[in-house]
């Protein structure tokens, strides 16, 4: 843990030793999902290293709509406030990259809400950044046409990767605008012929987007 203090620095040392003292950190691989939607919540996670992506899935056909990336140092914002009697999960939480994860049962972090002001203003931030997150995607699902939603897409991936290399399908892609995998294509194609990417043979680069 004592790695990881830079990414936790604004916890009072107090609140930092209970993090050390009830919480697990947990090793996680790439594709592995983490918490699935209509599961019993039963910790509060924090990223200390890797992505997670989170997203709704759709019950009629399993198709998935991304809602935003959890990186180093954020937390889960869904499984920072459940009551008793709203601890079932509305979202599915999956690593996109190995991951490691700080994971702390959620007794003791509805205790720290009550005791640490730190604690209590970074899940208010938390749910901010979240809030704010959604709006900026609802914004392009409800006003832009597919074309300008998937250079949003693919823009924000490469920014939440840091890379301009995503190793992605058209279908994944797809799925996760809710859209077809023809119609990907053909944007896909587009954009490549209008010189914004090069694609690959296992995904696309990013050259003007």
Sequence with gaps: MENYRHLLRDFEEPLFAEMKEKGRIVEVEAGQTLLKSGQPIRNTIIVLEG??????????????FFM??????DGCALSMICDKAFRVSSVTARAV????????PLEHTENWMRHYRTWYHF????????????LETIDHIAFQNMDVRLEFYLRRH????????????NTQI???????REVISR???????????????????????
């Design 123 to 134: 899940v208010v931030g938390t749910y901010r950044r979240r809030y704010e997150e959604l």
């Design 158 to 169: 490469s920014q939440a990767l840091g890379t301009k290399i995503l190793e992605i399908t």
């Design 68 to 73: 935003y990336h959890l990186h180093p140092g």
């Design 187 to 209: 944007l896909m194609k587009k954009l490549s012929e209008a010189g914004k990417i090069r694609l690959l043979k296992n995904g696309v680069e990013l050259l003007k987007i």
């Design 51 to 64: 992505l997670i992506k989170l997203f709704r899935e759709s019950d009629e056909d399993g198709s998935e």
């Design 174 to 180: 797809a799925q996760e605008l809710n859209s077809s």
């Design 97 to 104: 990259t190995d991951a490691k994860l700080l994971v702390i």
